[in-house]
C-alpha cells in the first residue's frame, strides 16, 4: 500500500509493477492494494492537481478518508480469490 501511495507514474507503470508483484509471488490482495492505494493515496496527484485548486484542508481530509481502502480492498480481493481457488482449482492467485 505504501509502495502504491509514493510511486509516481501513470498507468502504463503502475499496472505492469502489479503484475511483477505477482509473478514474484505476491498474492492478488497485495497487487489490488497497490493498485487501490496509487489511484486514492497518490502523493503526486495530491501536490500537483488537488492542494492548488482544493486546498489543505480537502486533500487532508480526503487523504484521511481514504487510508483504509487500499487496505479493505486487498483484504476483500484476497478472500475472493480465495474463494475462487477452491471453487474451481486453481491456486495460482493465493
Known amino acids: 500500500m505504501v509502495m502504491g501511495a509514493v510511486l509516481p507514474g501513470g498507468p502504463l507503470t503502475i499496472f505492469p509493477v502489479a503484475g511483477a508483484f505477482l509473478l514474484l509471488g505476491a498474492d492478488v490482495g497485495t497487487a489490488v ?7 486514492l493515496l497518490g ?3 495530491a501536490l500537483i492537481w488537488e492542494l492548488p485548486f482544493f486546498g489543505p484542508e480537502f486533500v487532508g481530509w480526503r487523504i484521511l ?3 483504509p481502502l487500499p487496505i479493505i480492498a486487498g ?3 484476497r478472500i475472493v480469490a480465495r474463494a475462487v ?8 492467485w493465493t
Do not use: C
Open 75 to 77: 483484504l476483500s480481493a
Open 65 to 67: 478518508i481514504a487510508v
Open 43 to 45: 502523493y503526486n496527484r
Open 33 to 39: 492494494a497497490f493498485i487501490t492505494a496509487w489511484n
Open 85 to 92: 481457488a477452491s471453487r474451481w482449482g486453481g491456486d495460482q
